[in-house]
């Protein structure tokens, strides 16, 4: 079983940035493909962010060019610089994990708890 605890969520004016941290912990694969996806209320889960097992990335394209996704293997921690943000960003955003290479496809088997990220 695979822990995925996040952090780095907070308030933030339109335009301002936020860092995200996803630290993974646990039976964690040797190799494992990583994402990033938002709720909103009254929405779909939708993915923003994936970083694959082999260094592939893919980004939704309303986060293209605004958001980076990026890994500290030696921590475990799953990243998101978030930059250029928008009031549309608000929402409640989660990390996943798993050995299979989903990307942005929210079948992802770990999942973390969640932070907020609100832009006003």
């Known amino acids: 079983h695979v822990q995925l605890v996040e952090s780095g969520g907070g308030s933030v004016e339109a335009g301002g940035s936020l860092r995200l941290a996803c630290e993974a912990s646990?039976?964690?694969?040797?190799?494992?493909?990583m994402a990033w996806f938002r709720q909103a209320p009254g929405k779909e889960r939708e993915g923003i962010a994936a970083?694959?097992?082999?260094?592939?990335?893919s980004y939704a394209d309303f986060v293209k060019g605004r958001f980076t996704i990026s890994k500290d293997n030696a921590k475990n921690t799953l990243y998101l610089q978030m930059d250029n943000l928008r009031p549309t960003d608000t929402a409640m955003y989660y990390c996943?994990?798993?050995?299979?290479?989903?990307?942005?496809?929210?079948?992802?088997?770990?999942w973390g708890q969640g932070t907020q990220v609100t832009v006003s």
């Open positions: 970083l694959g097992m082999y260094g592939r990335t």
């Open positions: 996943s994990a798993d050995s299979r290479e989903w990307l942005l496809i929210p079948r992802y088997d770990w």
């Open positions: 646990g039976s964690t694969p040797d190799n494992y493909c």
